[in-house]
């Protein structure tokens, strides 16, 4: 199968069509690059052939690497030398050779051109795109640890200026067609039905198949010895770290490259690019990056734990009961896929003011041109309220949003299960509660799941679904549909107290207060948590949602599980903020912070005096070491309990859910990095010293004796 066709029409204008049959967009891949290589070789070779247009017969111009294959290579799976000469290939053997061939190369962008797709548009001699908006352009490599490699660092730079292809590259972000007009990254926008044409006559008006940096006299960037490239480095490095904290080596890359390579000879600068490129191939942050950001996170949306067996099914009426933020938020994105649903509370009028969360959203919406006002009112028409249960006949699937209180839960489920249709399902969005104990109040548990959303649902991406002891596996199946139908995230987990991402998480705010019971300085806490790569510290974390909810889990956990309860590292820390302190958090204006009005949060000063510094601190290493330690010890006890079955949803779940450092792919991930012998090892050091939560268990030990990786080679 030919992943290209090349037809020549009577003017001797070749016509290059991408169009890969194996695949539903084109993409960068061995076999494309030998085919291509060979249609330049035809242009070139002929003469007869006065240049070519380069289009594709998929809505999408080229979607770029193949990132399946990619992983494959990536994490030192390749030598430094192989990753080299793997990016030569396209870089120099196909683009350099189109580029100075000697024959003219239009790009007809007829769709989204990203990655390699751009870098291919980018090595032509004119780029002409069409004006749609999901035409976008650009060089998204660095969001999974890569820079391009095939001449994106160097071509853009010298095109637009360094300071415009920073702002693209370092971002990773999509530029639409009139803004890459804009900016220089392509050359013409025109209508779909003049694309071809429009091409077509740049050829034949013979322009000068040369491009600026190969002519005589061409001069590079000038380096520091230009004012606006010393302004740029003067403190772009300062942002990258801030922003990175150098866990994530690709920005640095870009940066360097771009400022050597715009100082070199074209080929120079090309050949600096691919060692760059191999340099960050063979470093597992790619590796961890592109599994699950990407590869795992796709099969997770594509439903891979979905039941093959059950039919598709699609949710058309929803109900929704509790109309307070997560109640609202599950209404409003339910309502933006296009599922009508009823909002139910205890009045109407605190179902109101529920829907009143999502009038606010599509007016933001509509105030920054997301939506047009007709399609927000669309939305907003599909929202009914009700205190009846008698109104949820007509719904297909409940999702029971009430307080996390088994009492009013069972109240609720009982009232909704005598209306509703015997065929539909009932969800409890529930973070910690046990979905085998909160299906005791149904009559139908086989029907009976969790849906667990995270807030604010309207930006957090995860859904957990949680299978109780009775869960059929269609009711899994129609769940599943559903998170589809809402263009979120799923990971499927059994049950268990706190279920997956909470029991994990909690982990990483209990160590975070254990801290201060053991002496370390509180601003040593959250920053050495930032370094590490954490969106806010625990301290501060734990503040946003108060120390009473965790201390709330804790107390529920112990009335449950009586003698067999074990009290969590940071119980003291917990008890002694609520009870001796009251310090419970932001919502009363103090808590490990004080929130002076109209001020900036600063750390309480009465810290120091309630659990006094040690002398002698850790390192930042060491406590970055505890707070990823302890996290990834727990996944791996969820997964060797069978709460988790998966490590590939146990390191997309921790990234969606509480921002696990993607850096590392996800704590199995993280485990893996290290090294299982050597992970254990530490844990065990741990262990002695700071506890026996860091214990490792046999199963984990056993598997570290076996060198058994949670992702085989």
């Not at 920005?251 to 600068?269: N, Q, R, S, V, Y």
């Not at 039919?311 to 997560?326: E, Q």
């Not at 268990?496 to 160590?511: A, D, L």
């Not at 207060?513 to 959250?526: H, K, N, Y």
Request: aromatic residues 8%; proline residues 6%; hydrophobic residues 45%.
């Amino acid at each position: 199968m030919n992943t290209l066709t090349f037809e020549v029409d009577g003017e001797g204008i070749a016509l290059i069509t991408l169009d890969d049959p194996s695949k539903p967009m084109n993409v960068v891949s061995p076999q494309w690059i030998d085919e291509f290589i060979d249609a330049i070789e035809r242009v070139a070779g002929d003469a007869n052939i006065k240049g070519a247009v380069i289009t594709s017969a998929k809505p999408a111009f080229m979607a770029g690497a193949d990132l399946k294959y990619i992983y494959t290579l990536a994490g030192g799976a390749i030598s430094a030398h192989q990753a080299f000469e793997f990016s030569q290939r396209p870089s120099m053997h196909m683009h350099r050779r189109m580029e100075t061939c000697g024959k003219p190369f239009v790009a007809a962008i007829n769709g989204l051109a990203l990655g390699g797709g751009y870098e291919l548009a980018l090595a032509c001699h004119h780029r002409v795109i069409v004006d749609e908006p999901k035409a976008v352009v650009g060089l998204p490599e660095v969001t999974v640890g890569l820079l391009p490699g095939s001449g994106g660092t160097q071509r853009l730079p010298r095109m637009i200026g360094v300071e415009k292809s920073l702002a693209v590259l370092l971002e990773g972000k999509s530029v639409s067609p009139t803004e890459a007009l804009k900016l220089g990254m392509v050359d013409a926008v025109v209508p779909v039905s003049a694309l071809i044409e429009t091409a077509r006559q740049w050829i034949l008006k013979s322009p000068d198949p040369v491009r600026a940096w190969d002519k005589k006299g061409y001069r590079g960037s000038g380096g520091l010895l230009n004012p606006a490239i010393a302004n740029v480095m003067t403190f772009q490095p300062a942002m990258i770290a801030a922003k990175t904290q150098y866990n994530y080596p690709a920005p640095i890359a870009i940066l360097d490259c771009i400022f050597e390579g715009t100082m070199m000879p074209f080929d120079k600068a090309l050949n600096l690019e691919s060692k760059y490129f191999a340099k960050l191939l063979c470093d597992p942050v790619s590796r961890n990056l592109i599994r699950t950001t990407f590869i795992n996170k796709g099969e997770a949306m594509k439903l891979a734990r979905r039941p093959k067996d059950v039919p598709r099914s699609k949710v058309k009426k929803l109900g929704v009961l509790g109309a307070g933020m997560m109640g609202s938020g599950v209404a409003y994105v339910a309502a933006a896929a296009g599922i009508d649903v009823m909002l139910l509370d205890s009045t109407v009028e605190l179902a109101e003011k529920g829907k009143a969360t999502s009038v606010k959203l599509l007016a933001k919406a509509v105030e920054r041109g997301q939506k047009s006002r007709s399609a927000a009112d669309e939305t907003l028409a599909r929202i009914e309220t009700t205190a009846a249960y008698a109104d949820l006949a007509a719904c297909d699937l409940i999702v029971e949003a009430v307080f996390e209180d088994p009492k009013i839960k069972a109240d609720v489920t009982r009232k909704a299960e005598a209306a509703i249709a015997n065929a539909a399902i009932f969800a409890s969005n529930t973070s910690t509660l046990p979905i085998t104990g909160l299906a005791k109040a149904s009559e139908r548990p086989r029907q009976f799941i969790g849906l667990h959303f995270f807030s604010p649902v309207e930006r957090m991406p995860l859904v957990e679904v949680i299978m109780g002891a009775d869960t059929s596996q269609e009711t899994l199946a129609k769940a599943l549909d559903f998170v589809a139908q809402l263009k979120m995230t799923p990971i499927v987990v059994n049950d268990s107290r706190g279920f997956y991402t909470s029991r994990v998480f909690q982990t990483f705010i209990h160590e975070g207060m254990r801290m201060l019971e053991d002496g370390v300085a509180p601003a040593l806490i959250e920053n050495a948590a930032k370094f590490a790569g954490f969106p806010v510290g625990p301290l501060a974390l734990v503040d946003e949602v108060t120390v009473e909810l965790p201390w709330k889990i804790v107390k529920e956990s112990q009335a449950a599980l009586g003698s067999a309860f074990v009290k969590p590292c940071a119980y003291e820390v917990m008890r002694r903020m609520i009870e001796e302190f009251e310090r419970c958090g932001k919502r009363y204006g103090k808590g490990f912070y004080d929130y002076p009005e109209g001020g900036t949060k600063r750390l309480w000063s009465g810290l120091k005096d309630a659990f006094p510094p040690s002398a002698t601190q850790p390192s930042v290493e060491e406590v970055k070491q505890r707070f990823l330690y302890i996290q990834s010890l727990e996944t791996a006890r969820c997964l060797e309990e069978g709460v988790v079955t998966h490590p590939a949803d146990a390191d997309v779940g921790s990234l969606l859910a509480w921002g696990f450092p993607s850096w590392t792919g996800g704590p199995l991930s993280l485990i893996d990095t290290v090294g299982l012998p050597k992970f254990v090892a530490e844990c065990k050091r741990m262990a002695e010293r700071f506890g026996g939560r860091f214990a490792p268990s046999a199963w984990l030990s056993e598997r570290a004796g076996r060198g058994e990786a949670f992702y085989p080679a």
